[in-house]
C-alpha cells in the first residue's frame, strides 16, 4: 500500500521494465533490475563491433586460406545464412518480449534441457571473449610491446573488461556508440592509406572453388556472424522492441561490409598467398602506410584502434556470458559472478599453448560449428514454441506483437519506448 498523497506506488513498474508484470510472477524477469536501457544506436554500435571486431586479427589471413580469393563471397553467403538465424531468433524473442534467451530456453526445453543450452551458450560466449583477448595481446605484443610478457597484457585487458562488465550493457553499449565512429574513421584510413597497393585483378576468377565447394563453406562462415545472437540476452534491456530487428539486421549489413570487404582488400594488396601467409593482415597493411617522407611507421598509433575495438568486443562476450550464467542459475544480480568468471577467462584464454594454436583453433573447430550452436539452439527453442503455443504470460499474439513494438500495448510508459 501506498504511502498517502504519493499515489498508487511505481516499484513494480521501474523493475519491471514494461507494464502489467507485477513482482514475484511467473512472467517477472528474475534479473530485470540490472538489465538498464540500451537504445537503438548504441544497440547497433555494440553488436557491430562485436561481431565484426574479428577483422583486426587473424580472420582475413584464415578465411583466405580456406576461400581463395573468393573470400569475400564466402563471407557474403554466411551473412545470408546469419540473417535467416536473426530472423528465426527475433521471431522467437518477440514471444517473450521481457525475457532474455536464458529464461526462454527453460520455459520451453524445461528444466534439464534448457539449462544445458544456457550453459553451453555461456561458454560459448566464454570461448569468444577468450580468443579475442588472446589475439589482441598477442598483436600488441606483435606491434609495439615485443619485451612484455603475455601475462601482462592479459590481465591488464581483463581488469579493464571486468569493470566495464560489471558497470554493465548500458554503460558499455554508450562506450561503443561514442567510440564506434572513431574506431570506423581509423579504418578507413588504414584502408585508403594503402590504396596504391591494391590490385583487384588478384580477386580473379571470382569462383576460385567449385560452387557447391564454395557453398559450403559460406554456409559454414555463418559462424562469422553468430555472435549476434548477444541481442537475445539483451532483449529485456532494450527499449523500442519494434525497431530490435531493424536494428539487427543493421548490425549484420555493416558487419557483412567489413567482414566481406576486408579479405577483398586484403588479398588486393597482398596477393592470395601473401594473405593467407600473414598473421595479422590488418597490421602489416598499416605498416605500408607512409605520409611523405617523415610520417612513416605510424602502424603503433593504429594498434590502439584493434585494442579499443577488442576490449570493446571481450567486454560484450564477456557481459553475456555472466548474464547467461546468472540467469540459469536463478540469481537476483550477475555482478557477484563477474570476479569469478574473469578468473575462468583468463584461465581460458591460456589454454592454447601459442598463438598458432589460437588461430588455428578459432579458423578450424570454432568457426566450423559454432554456428551450429549459436543459430541452431534459438532454432530448436522456436520450433518447440509453433508447436506448443507458447508465449509469455499475460501476452497474447496481439498483444505480445503490440509489446514487441515499442509499447502501444500495456505499459508503455514504464517501457520506456
Not at 513482482?23 to 557491430?48: N, R
Not at 530456453?105 to 580468443?131: D, I, W
Request: contains cysteine; positive net charge.
Amino acid at each position: 500500500m501506498s504511502p498517502r498523497g504519493r499515489g498508487p506506488s511505481t516499484a513494480g513498474k521501474d523493475r519491471s521494465r514494461a507494464g502489467g508484470l507485477k513482482q514475484g510472477t511467473k512472467a517477472f524477469p528474475s534479473m530485470s533490475p540490472e538489465w538498464g536501457h540500451v537504445g537503438q544506436a548504441e544497440l547497433v554500435a555494440a553488436l557491430t563491433i562485436l561481431i565484426g571486431g574479428k577483422i583486426f586479427l587473424s580472420y582475413p589471413a584464415s578465411i583466405t586460406e580456406r576461400a581463395l580469393n573468393s573470400g569475400w563471397l564466402a563471407a557474403t553467403i554466411g551473412a545470408g545464412v546469419a540473417a535467416l538465424g536473426t530472423w528465426v531468433l527475433i521471431s522467437l524473442m518477440n514471444r517473450f518480449p521481457d525475457y532474455s534467451l536464458a529464461r526462454v530456453s527453460t520455459e520451453l526445453a524445461g528444466r534439464y534441457l534448457g539449462t544445458l543450452m544456457n550453459l553451453l551458450l555461456s561458454v560459448f560466449f566464454l570461448v569468444v571473449a577468450a580468443l579475442i583477448l588472446r589475439e589482441s595481446a598477442e598483436t600488441l605484443i606483435i606491434g609495439i610491446l615485443p619485451l612484455t610478457p603475455l601475462s601482462v597484457l592479459v590481465m591488464t585487458m581483463l581488469i579493464v573488461v571486468a569493470y566495464g562488465a560489471y558497470l554493465g550493457i548500458e554503460a558499455v553499449s554508450r562506450v561503443c556508440f561514442l567510440l564506434g565512429p572513431w574506431l570506423l574513421a581509423g579504418l578507413i584510413i588504414i584502408f585508403l592509406g594503402v590504396a596504391r597497393f591494391y590490385d583487384f585483378s588478384r580477386l580473379l576468377p571470382v569462383l576460385s572453388q567449385p560452387p557447391l565447394e564454395l557453398t559450403v563453406n559460406g554456409v559454414t562462415r555463418s559462424s562469422l556472424y553468430v555472435e549476434v545472437v548477444a541481442i537475445a540476452f539483451l532483449y529485456p534491456s532494450i527499449r523500442n522492441k519494434k525497431k530490435i530487428f531493424g536494428s539487427a539486421m543493421t548490425s549484420l549489413g555493416l558487419s557483412w561490409v567489413l567482414i566481406a570487404g576486408t579479405p577483398a582488400l586484403v588479398v588486393s594488396a597482398f596477393g592470395v598467398i601473401g594473405a593467407a601467409r600473414t598473421s595479422f593482415p590488418m597490421y602489416y597493411m598499416a605498416r605500408l602506410i607512409e605520409f611523405g617522407r617523415f610520417v612513416q611507421r605510424v602502424e603503433a598509433v593504429f594498434v590502439f584502434l584493434w585494442f579499443f575495438t577488442a576490449g570493446l568486443k571481450v567486454t560484450v562476450a564477456f557481459y553475456v556470458a555472466a548474464v547467461a550464467v546468472g540467469e540459469t542459475l536463478h540469481l537476483p544480480n550477475y555482478r557477484p559472478l563477474v570476479p569469478a568468471m574473469a578468473i575462468l577467462l583468463y584461465t581460458v584464454a591460456f589454454l592454447p599453448p601459442s598463438y598458432v594454436a589460437t588461430a588455428g583453433f578459432e579458423a578450424n573447430v570454432f568457426r566450423n560449428f559454432g554456428g551450429l550452436l549459436g543459430f541452431g539452439a534459438p532454432l530448436i527453442l522456436w520450433v518447440i514454441a509453433l508447436a506448443t503455443g507458447k508465449r509469455q504470460e499475460g501476452a497474447g499474439p496481439a498483444e505480445g506483437k503490440n509489446r514487441a513494438g515499442g509499447g502501444r500495448g500495456r505499459g508503455a510508459k514504464a517501457d520506456g519506448g
